[in-house]
């Protein structure tokens, strides 16, 4: 079983409006950390959020914020305001334990697209 | 600037060629990922380290490939006997010791043809 899923392999979003990307994670950890990253064509893969699984209020990040769920273990990335740089690749991924290494899980990635 | 830096951007090399990328963490930063990533793909884990201690290695890791970090700043990835499913990017990460995150490099896009 994916220990990441993200369904969405491309989305579409209208400039300044607001896109959900969605994320699911499959974990026997109580202790785990959730990150988003954004990696546009240039490759470099740019932090933007990050959860973890003891945090009880969703994070947020200027215009990123998290709806964590954590009965349905789904991290929902929401970009509020979109913008036409916000167009890459945004990978959802998960590191398991809270402490130790770095080892993230990455899921495939959501493709998104901000229309003008 | 004072990021993670990888180098060179870009490689295209012969099968059965060996290669090596460099990678260079952000000053003071003790632990230091490599991530290979295929088209189409998220990123996965190779190895980690923390100083020059090699403390973890991905199944993913072959008898042909080898990391080092020998002064626990720079690291290197070799790929000996090179083949074309090595063709990816390989992305290096840096992150301080107390960590909830880790910056990546802009990689290195390697083509075996």
């Known amino acids: 079983a994916q220990k990441i899923t993200q369904t969405q392999p491309g989305m579409f979003v209208q400039e300044k409006e607001a896109v959900t990307l969605d994320c699911t994670y499959d974990?026997?950890?109580?202790?785990?950390?959730l990150f988003w990253y954004k990696q546009p064509s240039s490759g470099e893969m740019i932090f933007l959020i990050y959860?973890?699984?003891?945090?009880?209020q969703n994070a947020t990040e200027g215009r990123y914020s998290l709806n964590f769920q954590k009965a349905r273990k789904s991290a929902n990335l929401v970009i509020s305001a979109s913008q036409l740089g916000d167009s890459a690749m945004y990978f959802c991924?998960?590191?398991?334990?809270?402490?130790?290494?770095?080892?993230?899980?990455f899921g495939k990635g959501t493709k998104l697209s901000v229309i003008p | 600037d004072t990021g993670v830096s990888q180098d060179p951007r870009h490689k295209i090399t012969k099968r059965g060629q060996n290669v090596t990328f460099r990678c260079d963490p952000i000053?003071?930063?003790?632990?230091l990922y490599w991530y290979r990533q295929t088209l189409g793909q998220g990123p996965e884990f190779l190895t980690y380290?923390?100083?020059?201690?090699?403390?973890?290695k991905s199944r993913l890791l072959s008898d042909r490939f080898s990391a080092e970090r020998p002064k626990g700043s720079f690291s290197t990835l070799e790929i000996q006997r090179t083949e074309q499913g090595d063709s990816a990017m390989y992305l290096c990460?840096?992150?301080?010791?107390?960590?909830?995150?880790?910056?990546f490099g802009q990689g290195t896009r390697l083509t075996v043809v």
């Open positions: 990460a840096s992150s301080p010791e107390s960590n909830t995150e880790a910056f």
């Open positions: 974990t026997s950890d109580q202790s785990y950390g």
């Open positions: 959860q973890g699984s003891y945090d009880e």
């Open positions: 991924a998960m590191r398991e334990g809270l402490a130790g290494s770095y080892q993230l899980t």
């Open positions: 000053s003071e930063h003790n632990r």
């Open positions: 380290f923390q100083n020059e201690a090699q403390l973890e």
